[in-house]
């Protein structure tokens, strides 16, 4: 099942599944609220209306989740990341999986422009996947995630040895919709699919969501672990391997080395879970 948040066209936000493909497809409204409702269980059954996809503006599948935690679970992606920082991936990385807090008042949807953050000249995008919790603790769905970064800024905040925080919460980009995990190729705790970012319709990198050293039921466990989940917490994946402009850049001379800058229009894909595109302003 895809679900998708959306106005529709007298601008109340509304729930609905997602049926058909292309210009066939159809949005059914759901009983549910907010897709925090349907997340607990409630309001499941159709309303009996619907719409057309053209008539309806997606929303990020959980507007306002309870908290967005954002893992580090890509070896690939750290090491480069660690070598960039000239040292080797800490011992601790492989004792447990680690993640940050980010900031769920800066979650966007679809199509939302990005504004690049004043005092920022290094403007990133991230390639990566976000699982979202249902009512049982569990992952009900999976979706597109792209945690924007301000490289400079996050660069010489973390000096300090907190963060990441005003290098990445003015922005957090999720859509266009929440798949249930029995539509997806999940084996072995890993989603089995290959990702892909363009710049302007031009693809800068593809990547094997496959690839986590740590899987999905392991960030569940770990963030689950000494509190609780509450249905709508999200958790993303991290970066996927060279799944952003610091790791595409990381062999380029600085004068060389291409950022986001506004007039671009970035989007990041992945076969079952769509299309999530924005535009840098």
Partial sequence: MRLVS????????????????????????????????????????????????????????????????????YEGHVSTGSRLRGRDVPEAWYEAPVFYFSNPASVQGPGTPVRRPAGCERLDLELEIAAVIGEDGAIAGFTLFNDWSARDIQRREMTVGLGPAKGKDFATSMGPWLVTPDELPLVDGR????????????????????????????????????TRLRPGDVLGSGTLDRGCLLELNADVPDDRARWLQPGDTVAIEADGLGRLEAPIV
């Fill in 191 to 226: 989603l089995r699919l290959e990702a892909r970012a363009t710049i302007d319709g031009a693809e800068i990198t593809r990547s094997d969501a496959g690839a986590m050293h740590w899987t999905w039921p392991q960030l569940v466990a770990q963030a689950a672990r000494e």
């Fill in 6 to 73: 959306f106005r529709d066209r007298s601008g109340t936000a509304r729930v609905g599944r997602l049926d058909g493909e292309g210009g066939d497809a159809r949005i059914v409204e759901l009983a549910a609220p907010t897709m925090l409702h349907w997340l607990r269980g409630e309001g499941h059954a159709p309303s009996g209306r619907d719409h057309a996809v053209a008539d309806a503006t997606l929303l990020a599948p959980v507007p306002e989740p309870p908290s967005v935690r954002d893992f580090y679970a």
